[in-house]
């Protein structure tokens, strides 16, 4: 069947289709619809995982029961997942396992834009690399053959153009799910370094094995069209190389960027007067052609950062560029920021008003990190705020615990927020942290987590007790309060900061984009009363503008949430 | 056929995803090969998005570079003048003439240039402007701009009005499929 999908649906077709059984993760942008396309297909057991080395680790069990397995994260989320991926490398698997890693060139919604390949090198894990969704179909599928007949997980690479980009994918015959039998085996699953000292020389006799066979699969392929131009690239890369150079140049397209081939390169070498590599992000292709004593061009006319396209490979090879047209005024940026009636809108005016320094973290509350209400003042990885401002403190003393709070949302408080806090109270700072509880994973597009109630099947689960949790971790000091209500706000984060022990505040309200949400009708300003203060300017809020100097909100944007309402000293908005 | 390049431009929210969901199901029903380029995760949350859409004999690329596209479909004025240089020479704007202010613009630090389609017309550029906010309100819900800007830009494409009603009817909800007709017409006759 032809259909037109984008590559992480084309990679859960490919999971399901190649027998999965089980697969496990936490959401991030760009690898969430792998996970969310593997929900709907009722015969695989799918969940998501509170963090991406649990989800691993889940993917891992059900390998070892004799099951195929998954896991899909961003490239950030294998930096957690990374404890289990380099030992998972020594056991290896029973059912065939697949880690889907997703990285973001250019970083439309992340952190860094780290390059996945150096953690293929250095756990030893194979990894393949499709370029559109055709090949994230075949290459997942085929993927779980690769992992059973060398005993290893296998990571499936994509980037953000491969995995929301549509394209069309021909699908065949689902083969049915099989559970190999689990045989106990100690020597092989228990890492003991007894056990492990004799694992390791297996991995490298495996990654020998996969050099081998990288000569002779179906993943690197060679077109040679030119003995002038030689190209080697891979994934989105070789899209861009074909978009510019057609049937013009010889292309080496490698679809498996660990181990790779020697054999093909070489050869591949020789035919050509000048070898070019071309990759996004970090020269992994290039160092390993060099080291074979090849003389190649590659990041001197490639950069490093960023994502490439036709137009980037083009101009790199000096060819004209095309004849456009620009409007003369300056074009004002229009970066991403909270929705109107975000919840997390009230706790950030307040926290801004008081000028406390915010320890954030990663989420859609990042973006009280934008003006005007410039709230943050670090994010650096899921789970640093809390763990961050017990070192603040730590350094700071009295000093700082008076006016630093660390802000988390419930979904990032259950992925890595907790482990912070128990160091809060164990080794005792009077830390004041809060949880931004919308109640659903937001930035990622409304997943489920254990904060809400509900699986990622929509039906009923267990659900974590933030309060009861946060009292159990050692916390005595936990309160919530309605970030709709500044006063209700600002007399919590006062209190909390002033008192001599860490605390809690849960600042609590379903995100406003969720269905079951009731909105409220849209406020409008009394034109004769606004006195253009500008205070509700403040808030950052797009419904609210300022027309002939007075302020206006937009009735087609406003939900009600009435925040506002509570700045205007003149009672001009209702 | 040489590869043709369509941009859907608009401010993250204003339902970009389901117009280029409908043409790319329209043009792989046609035959085409056909790639299409989204945007997820935090660009959406209000800020500028662009979802390229290619189509040929055979599609390489996913996205769309300066002076290359055909046509440039935009939700919004600012966001038209933003991507006009990615229109080639002879292609053609289909723009919304709804103004949606950043947040630079609300809070002062930047001015939104009320001219700028004007300018792009002055330097020669083919731009059909339309209120398909209006439109969208008379068809009967204003998350029918999607579809009333999709009726405007059919024409440019080499397909007739008969199979893009179908796919209306093949992508959106059944309860939906008659408001998003008449929002597809009006748009069609602007």
């Known amino acids: 069947m032809k259909k037109l999908m984008i590559g992480n649906q084309a990679v859960a077709a490919g999971l399901h289709d190649g027998g999965l059984g089980v697969v496990s993760s936490y959401p991030g942008t760009p690898s969430t619809e792998i996970t969310e396309f593997l929900s709907k297909y009722d015969d695989i057991h799918s969940e998501w995982a509170p963090n991406e080395k649990v989800a691993a680790e889940v993917a891992f069990g059900a390998s070892l029961a004799g099951a195929r397995s998954a896991c899909a994260m961003k490239h950030v989320g294998l930096n957690v997942a990374a404890d289990p991926l380099f030992t998972l490398s020594y056991t290896g698997v029973n059912g065939g396992m697949v880690i889907c890693v997703a990285?973001?060139?250019?970083?439309?919604?992340?952190?860094?834009?780290?390059?996945?390949?150096?953690?293929?090198?250095?756990?030893?894990?194979p990894m393949l690399e499709p370029a559109d969704s055709a090949e994230a179909y075949s290459f997942a599928r085929s993927a779980f053959a690769l992992s059973e007949q060398f005993d290893t997980p296998v990571l499936l690479?994509?980037?953000?153009?491969?995995?929301?980009?549509?394209?069309?994918?021909?699908?065949?015959?689902?083969?049915?799910?099989?559970?190999?039998?689990?045989v106990k085996n100690p020597a092989k699953y228990i890492m003991m370094p007894g056990n492990a000292i004799k694992r390791h020389p297996v991995v490298e006799a495996r990654t020998e094995a996969l050099r081998d066979f990288a000569e002779n699969c179906e993943y690197n392929t060679v077109e040679m069209n030119s003995d002038e131009i030689g190209i080697i690239t891979s994934g989105c890369s070789y899209l861009y190389v074909k978009e510019v150079f057609g049937e013009s140049a010889s292309i080496l397209k490698i679809g498996m960027p660990y181990p790779l081939p020697v054999k093909i390169i070489r050869e591949f070498a020789a035919k050509v007067k000048k070898l070019y590599v071309i990759e996004e992000l970090d020269p992994i292709i290039e160092t390993h052609v060099r080291s074979l004593g090849i003389d190649v061009i590659g990041k001197e006319m490639f950069s490093p950062l960023g994502e490439f396209s036709q137009q980037t490979i083009?101009?790199?090879?000096?060819?004209?560029?095309?004849?456009?047209?620009?409007?003369?005024?300056?074009?004002?940026?229009?970066?991403?920021?909270?929705?109107?009636?975000?919840?997390?809108?009230g706790m950030f005016y307040v926290l801004s008003k008081n000028k406390i320094t915010v320890l954030g973290d990663i989420g859609c509350y990042t973006l009280g990190a934008v003006a005007p209400l410039n709230a943050l003042d670090s994010t650096l990885c899921m789970g640093a705020s809390v763990s961050g401002l017990h070192g603040f403190n730590a350094a700071g003393g009295s000093d700082t615990e008076k006016r630093s709070v660390a802000v988390i949302g419930d979904s990032t408080f259950m992925h890595s927020g907790m482990t912070g806090l128990v160091n809060v109270a164990y080794n005792a700072t009077n830390s004041t942290v809060i949880i931004l509880d919308n109640s659903i994973t937001g930035m990622t597009g409304h997943q489920q987590n254990p904060t809400t109630g509900y699986n990622i099947k929509g039906d009923?689960?267990?659900?974590?007790?933030?309060?009861?949790?946060?009292?159990?971790?050692?916390?005595?000091?936990?309160?919530?309060?309605?970030?709709?209500?500044?006063?209700?706000?600002?007399?919590?984060?006062?209190?909390?900061?002033?008192?001599?022990?860490?605390?809690?505040?849960?600042?609590?309200?379903?995100?406003?984009?969720?269905?079951?949400?009731?909105?409220?009708?849209?406020?409008?300003?009394?034109?004769d009363k606004c006195r253009s203060c500008k205070r509700c300017m403040k808030l950052g809020c797009p419904s609210i503008s300022l027309k002939d100097g007075k302020a206006k909100i937009d009735n087609t944007l406003c939900v009600g949430c009435g925040v506002c309402k509570q700045l205007c000293a003149f009672d001009a908005i209702g | 056929m040489k590869t043709k390049s369509v941009m859907i431009v608009g401010v993250g929210g204003q339902g970009s995803l389901l117009a280029s969901k409908l043409l790319g199901r329209l043009l792989t029903d046609e035959g085409y090969d056909v790639k299409v380029s989204e945007v997820h995760g935090m660009s959406q949350r209000g800020g500028s998005v662009v979802t390229y859409v290619r189509y040929g004999d055979k599609v390489y690329s996913p996205i769309v570079t300066e002076g290359e596209a055909d046509v440039i479909i935009s939700f919004e004025k600012l966001e038209a003048a933003r991507y006009a240089r990615y229109l080639k020479q002879g292609g053609?704007?289909?723009?919304?003439?709804?103004?949606?202010?950043?947040?630079?613009?609300?809070?002062?630090?930047?001015?939104?240039?009320?001219?700028?389609?004007?300018?792009?017309?002055?330097?020669?550029?083919?731009?059909?402007?339309?209120?398909?906010?209006?439109?969208?309100?008379?068809?009967?819900?204003?998350?029918?701009?999607?579809?009333?800007?999709?009726?405007?830009?059919?024409?440019?494409?080499?397909?007739?009005?008969?199979?893009?009603i179908k796919a209306i009817e093949n992508t959106v909800a059944p309860k939906f499929v008659e408001m998003n007709k008449k929002a597809f017409d009006l748009g069609y006759h602007a």
Request: aromatic share 4%.
């Open chain 1, 460 to 527: 009923p689960a267990a659900k974590v007790d933030l309060e009861a949790l946060c009292r159990a971790l050692g916390i005595n000091r936990v309160r919530v309060v309605d970030p709709y209500d500044l006063a209700a706000c600002e007399t919590a984060v006062k209190e909390e900061l002033a008192v001599a022990e860490p605390s809690v505040i849960i600042s609590r309200r379903p995100c406003v984009l969720l269905k079951n949400v009731k909105l409220n009708p849209p406020l409008s300003v009394d034109a």
């Open chain 1, 157 to 182: 690479r994509m980037c953000t153009r491969i995995a929301h980009s549509q394209s069309i994918v021909e699908t065949w015959d689902a083969e049915p799910a099989v559970r190999k039998e689990y």
């Open chain 1, 314 to 345: 083009a101009a790199a090879f000096g060819m004209e560029a095309k004849p456009s047209v620009s409007a003369e005024s300056p074009i004002p940026p229009r970066p991403p920021m909270m929705c109107s009636g975000c919840p997390h809108r």
């Open chain 2, 92 to 164: 053609k704007i289909v723009v919304n003439t709804q103004q949606i202010d950043p947040m630079p613009v609300i809070i002062g630090a930047a001015e939104y240039p009320d001219g700028v389609l004007t300018e792009l017309t002055d330097k020669g550029v083919s731009v059909q402007a339309l209120d398909a906010l209006s439109l969208a309100n008379e068809a009967g819900s204003p998350k029918t701009v999607n579809i009333v800007l999709m009726g405007c830009a059919s024409k440019e494409f080499d397909i007739p009005y008969d199979r893009w």
């Open chain 1, 103 to 125: 990285d973001d060139p250019a970083m439309h919604s992340s952190q860094n834009e780290q390059d996945s390949r150096h953690y293929a090198v250095a756990a030893k894990v």
